[in-house]
């Protein structure tokens, strides 16, 4: 019997699993339940806000989420540790999800919607400046609970990176397809209507930060030999290892194109395909629809991690590209109202997932896989180049640009190059 079904196993039967893997799943549930508030946030915030004001927050949040990244994250996170990280970022978030309520209460037509405009964007700096530090100290997080178990149990690094891949992928999005149920149904079947699930996520959000407060465990580097040794937040040095490793690392460059299409169609679904779906079907369609996607990434993320253990990652590469491709095409040849029915939104939301399961499992187990030696760096540089990705799709939608066809083009083009890209990084040395 292998180590990974001994492991499943144990999980099953109610034997305590390894520490490292412990504390992992912890962070893993909080961190998704968190993230799942702000991201329904998101996804309701143009039908509550308004497209221009919805989609300057979410652009605003993705700026400063890129600017984080490359400026602040690495040595935030080195200085004070993932978990600590990680703690600041869900207190963050749980700020901007209860701007959003504050927003919500505000009139659009007070001081011309003035107030309102800077509620909403104070916290969408609040968000952005939580998911730089949060998705940089995840990723951390990840590399080093995935390496702690190797030396644990002694497996190889990829085994023990598709595993904790799988069961991060699981939890994460599917404690994102929980509330996106919920939301679909207090609107449907209560008296709830979008402003107060803004209150409902927010309050998700404080107890999640309680969570991780109270429980979650700090996480060492086992390949560092004086961990004890804290780095100062001297933050030009970091930058300017951040920006060198995005443009010039041969393998980080070919890359690439998984991070801007993440980016990209975060901001198409969120502020283009989701406005569609409440304006020709209905409101708590939105919710449904993250059913689908979410739902499509947690049953299939622990079955594609074992396919990847067995044959590599490139199948689970494959099925992301192929992903974005089924998420842009129907856009290409017709209108927004002409796809806008069920039989053609629900087979869009499934080809989402699959763009969205290649992303939260494999892209991260591809990152701890190519660049063991300097994690901090390789996971800022990943949230860097998808909050850049992600701010310009936004502007693109907050200055107008509301064609399919062109919206649809501009994320289908990086999508065509994510499968050369990974056959090219697989092949290459990294400089890191």
């Known amino acids: 019997m292998t180590q990974r079904s001994t492991e499943l196993e144990g999980l099953v039967d109610g034997k ?14 909080c961190f998704g339940s968190a993230h799942g508030g702000m991201v329904v946030a998101i996804a309701y915030a143009s039908s509550v806000l308004g497209t221009t004001l919805g989609s300057a927050s979410t652009g605003t949040v993705y700026s400063v989420y890129g600017l984080t990244a490359l400026l602040g994250a690495a040595p935030f996170v080195e200085r004070f540790g993932p978990a600590r990280s990680i703690c600041a970022a869900l207190g963050f978030w749980f700020l901007y ?10 009139s659009a037509e007070d001081d011309d919607g003035a107030g309102q405009w800077t509620v909403v964007l104070l916290g969408a700096a609040m968000g952005g400046f939580g998911s730089g530090i949060g998705l940089t100290a995840q990723g951390v997080y990840f590399a080093r609970a995935a390496a702690t178990y190797r030396k644990e149990e002694g497996i190889s690094a990829p085994a023990a ?11 994460f999005i599917g404690s994102q397809c929980v509330q996106y149920l919920l939301a679909s149904m207090l609107l449907e079947f209560t008296a709830f209507d979008t402003d107060d699930l803004f209150g409902v996520f927010a309050s998700n959000g404080f107890a999640m930060l309680m969570l991780v407060l109270v429980f979650l465990e700090e996480m060492p580097d086992p390949d560092r030999k004086r961990e004890d ?37 975060t901001l198409f679904v969120a502020s ?12 708590y369609a939105v919710g449904y629809c993250g059913v689908i996607q979410t739902g499509t990434v947690a049953l299939l993320s622990v079955p594609v991690s074992k396919i990847s253990t067995a044959v590599g990652k490139w199948l689970a590469v494959c099925l992301g590209a192929a992903g974005y491709v089924g998420l842009t095409t129907p856009y290409l040849f017709a209108t927004s109202a002409e796809v806008a029915h069920w039989e053609y939104v629900a087979p869009i939301f499934v080809a989402y997932g699959l763009a969205r399961l290649s992303w939260e499992s494999t ?22 180049v998808v909050g850049l ?4 799709y936004a502007y693109m939608l907050a200055g107008g640009v509301d064609a399919g066809t062109v919206l649809a083009a501009t994320l289908l083009a990086p999508a065509l190059l994510i499968v050369p890209g990974y056959f090219s990084a697989r092949d290459a040395p990294s400089e890191i």
């Open 97 to 106: 999800v209860a701007m959003f309520v504050i927003a919500a209460l505000t």
């Open 16 to 29: 305590a699993p390894p520490r490292a893997l412990r504390n992992f799943l912890l962070m893993s549930f």
């Open 229 to 265: 040794e804290k780095t100062a937040l001297d933050i030009w040095p970091h930058t300017l290892k951040v920006l060198q490793f995005t443009f010039t690392d041969r393998r980080a460059v070919s890359l690439a194109p998984l991070s801007v299409c993440f980016g990209f169609s």
């Open 363 to 384: 892209t991260r187990a591809l990152y701890a896989d190519f660049f063991p030696n300097d994690r901090t760096t390789a996971f800022a540089s990943l949230n860097f």
């Open 389 to 392: 990705s992600a701010s310009v």
């Open 272 to 283: 283009y395909i989701n406005a569609s779906v409440t304006d020709h079907i209905s409101t």
């Open 161 to 171: 990176n598709d595993l904790f891949s799988g069961y991060f992928a699981t939890i």
